[in-house]
């Protein structure tokens, strides 16, 4: 191949793949040199080639590290010996070289140095060889680009990013994203959502896995912080700063309480998320399979906050009790709208709260109508690492 040509090649391989220039450079003076060893070479010699794109030109050398009695087992070691005390390798001529050996050609040389050997250029090799060197490069520019990919995936933890729905694997959803490829597990995904091969969509990046043969983007859509993602790129005053989304307790699919709190003073936090004539808070939830969101105002005063909590309900007055815990009086007839169909209201007000609430109607006070329950974990906390994992495990072993 022409020099000119290889060059153009190795450019359009680091541009395709998303990979660094010199990174796939490495890559093919890792696969000449390892061609070289099998043809001329030892197994046990280190062997680093160097690729002159100006000239076409290949140079060798032998390495050696410059070792001690300390650092390596004398030849005659017996291998009982060796098996006994601390690891560390037998003194091998081919890769090794003692340092009173190393100062004879370098005087200043310290153990642990490497030292090369110019070694006699060649640029034939055989069949064996150069299918040695295909393999080295195939492994190592897939390394490199799940290496890249990853790279550029790790800061989008935690935010949005946009794909194209692939295929459904026993209830998994994968999404494209032209270079890599996203998971979404059935238990990430909003119950009876539908999803269509080809469309694009949003996705919260809950977690980016190196450990898989290729980068696990983990996605989600019923993660609560994909909320206050979508309303950070709906509400100016959120990126600014200025309004707060303090928690969010969410039951994908079907409703959501975000309680958010403003920093700037004249600045309602409510009409902030909800936008002229419902614009923004419409536009989170046509995202959202039509979720329906309540926006509460946060606030430090904690029977305020509960109240607030209970909204769209109007609350006559709160107790708060030992334990975390706190008796709501309701108006008779706000009763059953404090409470919600199937207790969703009160159950999401005590998630968004983190306390047990306890909801009565005025008329008979001694009587419990309605309980919400805390759960351990809050829906507004970030997923945790472990749990993030374990989910990924699960999927794969259902593949």
Do not use: C
């Amino acid at each position: 191949m022409e020099l000119k040509s290889f060059t153009q090649v190795i450019n359009q391989i680091a541009d395709e793949k998303g990979i660094e220039l010199d990174k796939v450079i490495e890559t093919i003076e890792t696969a000449i040199a390892t061609a070289y060893r099998k043809e001329y070479g030892k197994k046990s010699e280190v062997i680093r080639a160097k690729l002159n794109l100006k000239t076409g030109q290949v140079q060798f050398w032998q390495v050696k590290t410059v070792v001690d009695k300390n650092t390596v087992w004398p030849p005659e070691a017996k291998v009982t010996e060796i098996e006994s005390e601390e690891k560390k390798p037998r003194y091998n001529s081919d890769r090794h070289l003692w340092l009173e050996e190393a100062q004879l050609i370098k005087p200043d040389a310290e153990v642990g140095e490497e030292l090369e050997f110019p070694m006699e250029a060649h640029e034939d090799f055989g069949r064996i060889a150069a299918q040695a060197a295909k393999q080295v490069i195939i492994q190592k520019l897939r390394e490199a680009e799940r290496e890249a990919v990853y790279k550029e995936f790790e800061n989008k933890e935690g935010e949005i990013v946009s794909g194209i729905i692939q295929r459904f694997e026993r209830g998994n959803v994968y999404a494209d994203f032209g270079r890599a490829t996203g998971i979404m597990f059935a238990n990430e995904s909003i119950p009876g959502e539908h999803y269509r091969v080809g469309t694009r969509m949003r996705f919260y990046v809950l977690a980016v896995q190196k450990e898989s043969k290729t980068p696990g983007i983990i996605l989600s859509r019923a993660h609560p912080k994909f909320i206050s993602k979508l309303f950070e790129l709906e509400v100016p005053e959120i990126a600014e700063g200025i309004v707060e989304i303090k928690a969010i307790a969410r039951e994908a699919g079907s409703r959501s309480k975000i309680a958010v709190f403003s920093k700037g003073e004249g600045v309602d936090p409510i009409g902030s998320l909800v936008g002229q004539r419902g614009t923004r808070v419409m536009a989170v939830t046509n995202e959202l399979f039509q979720e329906k969101i309540d926006i509460v105002e946060w606030s430090d005063d904690l029977e305020k906050f509960v109240a607030n909590s209970l909204s769209p309900a109007k609350v006559k007055s709160v107790e708060i009790k030992p334990r975390r815990e706190a008796i709501i009086i309701v108006p008779d007839d706000q009763l059953s709208l404090a409470i919600g169909k199937s207790g969703q209201n009160v159950r999401l007000a005590a998630k968004l709260t983190g306390w047990k609430l306890d909801v009565r109607s005025d008329r008979a006070p001694e009587k419990t109508a309605g309980k919400g329950m805390t759960e351990e974990i809050q829906p507004s906390e970030e997923t945790p690492e472990e749990e993030i994992i374990d989910k990924s495990k699960k999927g794969k072993e259902s593949e």
